[in-house]
């Protein structure tokens, strides 16, 4: 697919753990012909079956992949090179899928930048997260030398309470003890898929530290959280939690965009997402990041 000089080229990249699982994405390229060595590139990491889209409603109408949601927009929009993939057990990365195996994701995410960095030479410089991939988005910034000299990071809809608990637990539970786990059966990119949730899984999830922001977030990393205000699946006030989090920080900034009448997947508003994280981008580009609270529905009509 070609947009002016714009490419977009699907990669298949070795995992290194997994023998003969290829984690699959797409590289979108503002000068295609043009070196790549020492050119900077954005990650847009999807959300994926996990604890916190976990609900029997969403049952037969989930598509999380890399191409879901306002991904696909925002990486054909951005000023700059991009690249989104599915995690692994992933619409079309294999391997197998576990609802609390966020470390698994995390491991996918250092395979896809070392090969980005090796193969192609690019380098890291913003990060857009969307739910689960806030969080290890987070995880990959606060542990890892490439994610500390990143310049931007997008928290879309991320949890940080990890222990709130979903609407349809009951549910889970009676089929857990039932028969020791939860058939959740999904459409993901228009394919029906099923798979186990077992007790173990949510634990694992509920474990996931998000409090690493707090003492282990890089100090010069720009900030932008956007979360809808009618969001049922993460309550809103987790965005308050980090914006306190990742607010007290020199020389990074952080900017909370709180979407009025937007739901956890921004249904119906992702232009509204994409205009929200370009306007960041370019603001702070300019050297005009700051802290503050940015509330899209009430601007201009108060």
Same mark, same amino acid.
């Given at each position: 697919?070609?947009?002016?000089?714009?490419?977009?080229?699907?990669?298949?990249?070795?995992?290194?753990?997994?023998?003969?699982?290829?984690?699959?994405?797409?590289?979108?390229?503002?000068?295609?012909?043009?070196?790549?060595?020492?050119?900077?590139?954005?990650?847009?990491?999807?959300?994926?079956?996990?604890?916190?889209?976990?609900?029997?409603?969403?049952?037969?109408?989930?598509?999380?992949?890399?191409?879901?949601? $306002?991904?696909?927009? #925002?990486? +054909?929009?951005?000023?700059? =090179? @991009?690249?989104?993939?599915?995690? !692994?057990?992933?619409?079309?990365?294999?391997?197998?899928?576990?609802?609390?195996?966020?470390?698994?994701?995390?491991?996918?995410?250092?395979?896809?930048?070392?090969?980005?960095?090796?193969?192609?030479?690019?380098?890291?410089?913003?990060?857009?997260?969307?739910?689960?991939?806030?969080?290890?988005?987070?995880?990959?910034?606060?542990?890892?030398?490439?994610?500390?000299?990143?310049?931007?990071?997008?928290?879309?809809?991320?949890?940080?309470?990890?222990?709130?608990?979903?609407?349809?637990?009951?549910?889970?539970?009676?089929?857990?003890?039932?028969?020791?786990?939860?058939?959740?059966?999904?459409?993901?990119?228009?394919?029906?898929?099923?798979?186990?949730? $077992?007790?173990?899984? #949510?634990? +694992?999830?509920?474990?996931? =530290? @998000?409090?690493?922001?707090?003492? !282990?977030?890089?100090?010069?990393?720009?900030?932008?959280?956007?979360?809808?205000?009618?969001?049922?699946?993460?309550?809103?006030?987790?965005?308050?939690?980090?914006?306190?989090?990742?607010?007290?920080?020199?020389?990074?900034?952080?900017?909370?965009?709180?979407?009025?009448?937007?739901?956890?997947?921004?249904?119906?508003?992702?232009?509204?997402?994409?205009?929200?994280?370009?306007?960041?981008?370019?603001?702070?580009?300019?050297?005009?990041?700051?802290?503050?609270?940015?509330?899209?529905?009430?601007?201009?009509?108060?």
């Amino acid at each position: 697919m070609r947009t002016d000089s714009r490419a977009s080229t699907k990669l298949y990249i070795p995992h290194p753990t997994e023998p003969g699982c290829f984690i699959v994405g797409i590289l979108e390229q503002l000068s295609p012909t043009s070196p790549t060595h020492g050119r900077k590139l954005a990650l847009i990491l999807h959300g994926t079956m996990g604890y916190e889209n976990l609900r029997i409603s969403d049952a037969g109408s989930a598509h999380w992949h890399k191409d879901y949601l $306002f991904q696909k927009r #925002l990486g +054909q929009r951005l000023p700059l =090179d @991009s690249f989104r993939f599915d995690f !692994r057990g992933n619409h079309e990365t294999g391997g197998v899928w576990r609802q609390g195996a966020l470390e698994n994701d995390l491991e996918d995410l250092f395979a896809v930048v070392e090969h980005l960095k090796i193969v192609y030479g690019y380098v890291i410089d913003l990060v857009v997260g969307h739910s689960r991939g806030s969080l290890v988005a987070m995880r990959w910034i606060c542990t890892s030398e490439d994610g500390k000299k990143i310049s931007g990071f997008v928290n879309a809809s991320g949890r940080y309470r990890m222990r709130v608990k979903s609407p349809a637990a009951k549910a889970w539970q009676a089929s857990f003890d039932e028969q020791g786990y939860y058939n959740w059966t999904v459409s993901v990119a228009r394919k029906e898929v099923t798979v186990k949730i $077992f007790p173990e899984d #949510l634990e +694992q999830f509920t474990k996931w =530290d @998000s409090s690493i922001v707090w003492d !282990r977030f890089p100090p010069s990393v720009d900030v932008l959280t956007i979360h809808g205000l009618s969001d049922k699946t993460v309550p809103p006030y987790d965005a308050l939690i980090y914006a306190r989090a990742l607010s007290n920080r020199v020389p990074g900034t952080h900017t909370l965009n709180l979407v009025e009448n937007a739901d956890h997947n921004f249904t119906g508003r992702q232009d509204q997402v994409v205009d929200a994280i370009l306007a960041w981008w370019e603001a702070r580009e300019r050297g005009e990041g700051q802290h503050g609270i940015w509330v899209d529905e009430i601007k201009g009509k108060l």
